[in-house]
């Protein structure tokens, strides 16, 4: 099957229209491209309950900081297409900077709290630009599902609460964290690891793995875990851990102690100039 591409929101708008009037139901998967099969679960995991599936791809502005790797984030469009043509994704939606953010655009979608601590720490602003392109991306497409990766916990969770809290009438789902067969979370940013630094960044899901499992058996208090890990992934080569945390995983409220609710151990650390981020849950999900 060869994918439709839409660049413009009016020609999304009248197709969505088109389907719905059709009584079909339409699942998107909102990406920044440089497609790998991270994003091509998402596309299966969203296929097998909707009737027609839009991809977009956008590297949002918005979302990287001054000093992030906006202009140097892979983009690889031909590659992308042959991917969902080989996927049978019905429609690719990718629109340009201008398309997005006309001239005079000064609106800025928030949420609070959740967005305040863990990746935000690092990366101020992020957050908003996520959420505010997010909140685009539904309205110009008014899926009736949208499907998040749990790769990007913190992410799916503050979007979850964002269509919630903004009554969009989408329903948010939470794809499968995928990993490539060495066990690193994959991601479009891990072109950027050399062989040596990928050896180290085997050691997030390492660790993570052997804290989980710490972590249950209670073999020492908590934040004893997380101070040891992290000084054994600073020992291995990593040249910054930007957090390693417990936090419940409905509210992401912080764990010190003692876990009583559905938990996982998430984690941002920096391998030569790549921010690798990751998460596994502690007690089901
Ligand atoms: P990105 O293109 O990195 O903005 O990611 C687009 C979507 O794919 C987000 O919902 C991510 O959470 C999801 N995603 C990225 N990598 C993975 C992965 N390894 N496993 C599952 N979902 C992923």
Not at 112 to 123: G, P, Q
Request: charged letters at 25%; one cysteine or more; hydrophobic letters at 40%.
């Amino acid at each position: 099957m060869t994918v439709q591409i839409i660049r413009s929101k009016k020609e999304l708008r009248a197709k969505i229209k088109q389907w719905h009037m059709q009584s079909l139901v339409v699942g998107m998967i909102p990406t920044m491209g440089a497609l790998h099969h991270g994003h091509m679960s998402l596309v299966k995991e969203t296929q097998t309950l909707v009737d027609k599936t839009v991809v977009s791809i956008f590297v949002n502005p918005k979302q990287f900081g001054p000093n992030e790797d906006f202009s140097k984030y892979p983009r690889q469009e031909s590659l992308d297409i042959e991917k969902l043509n080989a996927a049978n994704v019905d429609l690719l939606y990718a629109p340009n900077v201008e398309e997005m953010y006309p001239d005079g655009f000064l609106t800025n979608v928030s949420v609070t709290k959740i967005t305040e601590e863990l990746c935000a720490k690092s990366r101020p602003g992020h957050f908003d630009g996520v959420t505010t392109v997010v909140t685009k991306l539904l309205l110009q497409c008014l899926p009736d599902i949208v499907i998040f990766g749990e790769k990007d916990f913190q992410q799916y969770t503050v979007l979850k609460k964002m269509v919630k809290d903004l009554d969009i009438p989408t329903k948010v789902l939470k794809g499968k964290l995928i990993r490539d067969e060495d066990g690193l979370a994959t991601s479009s940013r891990n072109i950027y690891l050399s062989p040596e630094e990928r050896q180290i960044a085997l050691e997030i899901p390492k660790t993570l793995k052997k804290l989980t499992e710490d972590i249950k058996n209670n073999i020492l208090p908590l934040q004893q875990l997380l101070n040891n890990a992290t000084q054994y992934l600073l020992n291995c080569g990593f040249k910054e851990v930007q957090y390693l945390e417990v936090r419940e995983s409905e509210s992401l409220n912080s764990v010190t102690e003692k876990i009583t609710v559905p938990s996982r151990i998430l984690i941002a650390a920096v391998v030569g100039k790549t921010r690798l981020i990751d998460n596994m849950p502690i007690n089901s999900q």
